[in-house]
């Protein structure tokens, strides 16, 4: 069980997006939670690899839980315009992988990367919230929901890329 981006970082996160909406002026950026009840439910262990990966009713949940949520700083349709990291990119370099099993072992940690940051947000080197912590607002299906939508994303670009 994770039970992180509680009470403090959930202030620094309040700051922090008072901050961002300034900055950006993309709006509200409170974190939303993510209505999960059309998907079958994890549990609350915390699962190792996403337990949605390629179901695309999750990625679809995830789909607005991404543009309420992420998308002022990343970037509508997880398109960085260059103000927030790239999502897409680490799924990309796992799929870009020779075998299945390394590409697998890739994502897997691919989403427990993702899992962390979204759960404790980012810090910078002063220790201010440069991402907001989500811990306090998604449950794990609204991680994994997200997740598999930016997986979604990513494959979609790759194959856009290919052509
Ligand atoms: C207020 C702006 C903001 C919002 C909103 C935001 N992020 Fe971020 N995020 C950032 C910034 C800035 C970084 C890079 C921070 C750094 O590297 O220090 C980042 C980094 C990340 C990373 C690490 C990427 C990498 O290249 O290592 C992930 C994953 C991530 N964000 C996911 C999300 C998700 C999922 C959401 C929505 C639930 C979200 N972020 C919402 C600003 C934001």
Redesign the pocket.
Known sequence: MQKLGTTSGFLAGLF??TI?VKV?AHGD?T?HAVDTSSLKPIGTEWAETNPYRGDAKAATVGAL??LQ??A???GLNAESGG?????L??GKECLEMGSKSLQDACMKEGDG??KD??LNG???SDGRY???A?GAV?TQEAVWA?KAY?DARTIEDMAKSRK
């Open positions: 922090l997006m961002a950006l950026v974190p839980g991404y949520n992420c002022g700083c990343h103000v927030a990291s790239d999502l990119k680490y990367y993702f940051i979204t980012k810090k910078n440069t991402m907001p989500y998604f997200v930016i």
